[in-house]
């Protein structure tokens, strides 16, 4: 099956700072999800981008599908915005989402 | 503000004991998911329902677990005898043709 890989596993930044978070995926995707998981294990959608880019807010997410990879940025970062970031895809026939083992992020004070 | 919901929150149980856990999917959505999160396999698929019936349930260990959609406002997700390994939150998501939503999942222990 389809293999998803996410970096950094851990990343630790203080408030205030940028962060780029990474998925990188083995085939061709026709659905792409980033998702942050809070403290209290909520899966919380933030983007729905097979391809292109989209901001949110603070957020803003880009997929380029033929290179198989998307990036999730979070600027000006918020104690709040500490969590799991999930990024999981689906692809061929299977309506299943596959998920990466996630990049645990803290942001300190 | 449409949501799935998910009953019960937290469930301990015995080894042995029968689980039933429920989802309510959004109104509308077609498509139901049940996923599984550990420590150890992180979040994997389960089984899911379209039009409550059921395309795939390879995720499941079959001899105990059991998916039903008995009506479009209503996913059961039963484990019957329940094992210390099943320990795991238990998610169910929804969705209409791409994008999933999840509920706040169930967080099972069998003691």
């Known amino acids: 099956g389809i293999q998803v890989e996410q970096s950094p596993p851990d990343l630790i930044l203080q408030e205030g700072a940028n962060s780029t978070l990474r998925c990188n995926f083995s085939d061709s995707v026709n659905n792409l999800q980033w998702f942050h998981q809070n403290p209290w294990g909520q899966l919380i959608n933030l983007f729905y981008?097979?391809?292109g880019t989209k901001q949110n807010g603070r957020l803003s997410a880009t997929t380029v599908a033929t290179e198989r990879y998307s990036l999730l940025y979070i600027s000006s970062s918020q104690t709040t915005d500490s969590g799991v970031y999930f990024c999981?895809?689906?692809?061929?026939?299977?309506?299943?989402?596959?998920f990466g083992k996630g990049t645990h992020l803290i942001i300190q004070p | 503000d449409a949501r799935v919901t998910q009953t019960p929150r937290h469930k301990v149980t015995e080894m042995g004991q029968e689980v039933t856990m429920r989802c309510q999917p959004i109104?509308?959505?077609?498509?139901v998911f049940w996923y599984r999160q550990t420590m150890m396999q992180g979040l994997e698929l389960l089984a899911y329902f379209r039009n409550r019936a059921p395309l795939d349930d390879s995720g499941m260990p079959k001899d105990r677990f059991s998916a039903e959609m008995p009506d479009a406002t209503l996913a059961t997700l039963k484990i019957q005898p329940s094992e210390p390994r099943d320990s795991a939150v238990y998610f169910c998501?929804?969705?209409?043709?791409?994008?999933?939503?999840f509920g706040p999942g169930t967080r099972l222990t069998v003691l």
């Open positions: 999981a895809v689906k692809a061929g026939g299977a309506d299943g989402l596959t």
């Open positions: 109104l509308g959505h077609n498509t």
């Open positions: 981008i097979p391809s």
């Open positions: 998501a929804s969705g209409l043709v791409y994008e999933q939503f």
